[in-house]
């Protein structure tokens, strides 16, 4: 067994030589000092540093993003994405180790005809070895491709991650549409009423001679203005329940929400500072995930153009019968190295370092398409939440002013000063003016949310419910 105690300390030496390839560096990208339409004060803080729990303070919408994550499929489909990364980060890991095997086997006949060895009969041969084959990892070949497994398995839990940022997005952004609907449909059923009363009052006075048919007829189009827009509103209504229920993992059916019209965002909206975008966005961070699987991936191409050196031996037991197996004359072993070197396959692995260069190249630039269209959507975000506040306040003053004038053109046409089509007109804009008020809130807040996903909040795991403590039995407290 002295050779084999040589060749161990030779054999740690080779396996600690230098990977060969490159070595991963983040690529370069331009960092703007500040964000663009800042919508806070400049600061550290940002609000994607808050879980969404803490953002959108709404117990009915909290109740929908917990049931949204234990039971979205698209989710699921993620998760089951990152156990196979895991599995496969193992898959590799498996060539650091030698590779064992048990080979057994036996037969029993005739290996001759009697012809050319007369007076030989059947013969046995038994034989049960174990083999063992130890790539040494001289150049990285093993540890390069281990790293890209991992690389691999970093980027597919990222994009676990963007999952749940675009699913805790989307319910909540469906959440607002939907909030923004009953007001829609709470202001045609009001209005709907009230032009009803317009409608039996202009045909009870065109019954007693003292109308028109003119006055009745533009109340009945006025009428069926707000009376087609309750069954419009109730069709999309139930169209973004359908969205919200598979979202949520379940079946088309009624969902349950505030009756408070909209859900409160946060008054100030920091939203930190550029560079710690690259940190938080899971996109960003899988797209450099890439980077670094791709950079693995070189080396491993490099080292298979390099020669392999591998340890091999094996230990076993043989015989003509299976009781001769086991005395002394029936140990075989072996031990020795394999050193297998390419010389010519036509140009296949420079072809394949080529290739592997290429996909480092694009890795690279999809990094950085990542973190520009990642700014963009930040400045887009951070001036839709901006002037959409802007516009808010104006339609705020819109709903008001009509509002005050209906009452004045109803006061003008009660004292005989003008007649009831200049009432008409003011109940048209009202009506107008209150839901492009409720769209602009809705806006809002889904600028809000946005730009809560542009800065890669809400991916967190939200906590575990606190355990509820048992009642008391009965007639005990």
Avoid: H
């Amino acid at each position: 067994m002295r050779p084999a105690r040589r060749l161990v300390p030779a054999a740690l030496l080779l396996a600690s030589a230098c990977a060969v390839g490159p070595r991963y560096q983040r690529p370069e990208v331009a960092t703007p000092p500040a964000w663009r339409f800042e919508v806070g004060p400049q600061e550290a803080a940002s609000i994607a540093d808050l879980p969404w729990w803490e953002v959108f303070r709404d117990p009915e919408l909290e109740t929908l993003l917990r049931e949204a994550l234990a039971n979205n499929q698209d989710l699921r489909l993620a998760a089951a994405r990152v156990e196979e990364s895991r599995a496969l980060v193992g898959v590799a890991r498996a060539d650091f180790y030698p590779q064992i095997g048990l080979d057994a086997g036996g037969t029993y006949g005739q290996q001759f005809a009697k012809n050319y060895t007369p007076g030989l009969g059947p013969v046995g041969r038994w034989s049960a070895n174990v083999g063992l084959s130890w790539e040494l990892d001289i150049w990285g070949r093993v540890r390069n491709a281990s790293d890209a497994a991992k690389a691999g398995l970093l980027a597919t839990e990222e994009g676990r991650r963007a999952v749940v940022l675009s699913l805790v997005s989307d319910v909540a952004q469906a959440y607002a549409d939907l909030l923004e609907l009953d007001r829609e449909l709470e202001i045609s059923r009001r209005n709907t009423e009230t032009r009803q009363g317009t409608l039996d009052l202009f045909t009870k006075r065109s019954d007693g001679g003292i109308g028109n048919d003119l006055e009745v007829n533009q109340a009945k189009a006025d009428l069926a203005v707000t009376a087609a827009a309750i069954p419009a509103t109730e069709r999309l209504i139930a169209l973004k329940e359908s969205q919200l229920a598979v979202l949520l993992g379940r079946p088309p059916g009624p969902i349950a929400r505030s009756q408070r019209g909209t859900y409160a965002v946060p008054p100030a909206l920091p939203m930190g500072v550029p560079a710690a975008l690259l940190e938080r966005r899971p996109d960003v961070r899988a797209a450099e995930d890439g980077v670094m699987a791709a950079t693995s991936l070189v080396g491993v191409a490099v080292a298979n153009r390099l020669p392999k050196l591998s340890l091999e031996g094996v230990i076993g037991l043989a015989g003509p019968q299976l009781t001769s197996m086991f005395s002394p004359e029936g140990l075989v072993w072996g031990i020795g190295g394999n050193l297998l070197a390419p010389i010519f396959q036509g140009g296949r692995l420079s072809s394949e370092e080529e290739a592997a260069r290429a996909r480092l190249e694009q890795s690279v630039a999809t990094y950085r398409q990542s973190v520009l269209t990642a700014w963009r959507e930040v400045a887009d975000a951070a001036v839709s939440v901006r002037k959409l506040r802007e516009v808010a306040v104006q339609e705020e003053v819109r709903a008001k002013a009509s509002r005050a004038a209906e009452r004045l053109a109803r006061m003008r046409y009660d004292g005989g000063v003008s007649s009831y089509l200049e009432v008409l007109d003011a109940q048209r804009s009202t009506f107008q003016a209150e839901i492009d008020l409720a769209r602009v809130r809705r806006d809002e807040v889904v600028s809000v949310v946005q730009l809560y996903r542009a800065l890669g909040g809400g991916w967190q795991d939200p906590p575990s419910p606190a355990p509820q403590a048992e009642a008391p039995p009965a007639g005990k407290r």
